[in-house]
Nanobody, 123 residues
């Protein structure tokens, strides 16, 4: 089992940037594909980005492609989401997630979740 804790959320003006972090503990996080999701008030949870065990493979939702970058540092058991050119519609609670994988692949389904960090983008 792996435990996940997000940090780095906050209030930012439109056009600004934030970097979210997801610290993993427990079983070796390098054996897990990891991802970011978000949930805005009144909306369903939405996939944002995913990264494979090595970090060599990534995938993004169309809504963030070109603005957000997912990365990971397995030596620090930490995953990141660099968010640039933020828009008010990016306002949401952001969650990180982890899924054990046998291969170096991305995942769109996850067993382990963090508690979330709030991101608010003002216009």
């Amino acid at each position: 089992q792996v435990q996940l804790v997000e940090s780095g959320g906050g209030l930012v003006q439109a056009g600004g940037s934030l970097r979210l972090s997801c610290a993993a503990s427990g079983r070796t996080s390098s054996r897990y594909a990891m991802g970011w999701f978000r949930q805005a008030p009144g909306k369903e949870r939405e996939f944002i980005a995913t990264i494979s065990r090595s970090g060599g493979r990534t995938a993004y939702a169309d809504s963030v492609k070109g603005r957000f970058t997912i990365s990971r540092d397995n030596a620090k058991n930490t995953m990141y989401l660099q968010m640039n050119s933020l828009k008010p519609e990016d306002t949401a609670i952001y969650y990180c997630a982890a899924q054990y994988t046998n291969y170096d692949i991305v995942s769109f389904e996850y067993d382990y979740w963090g508690q979330g960090t709030q991101v608010t983008v003002s216009s």
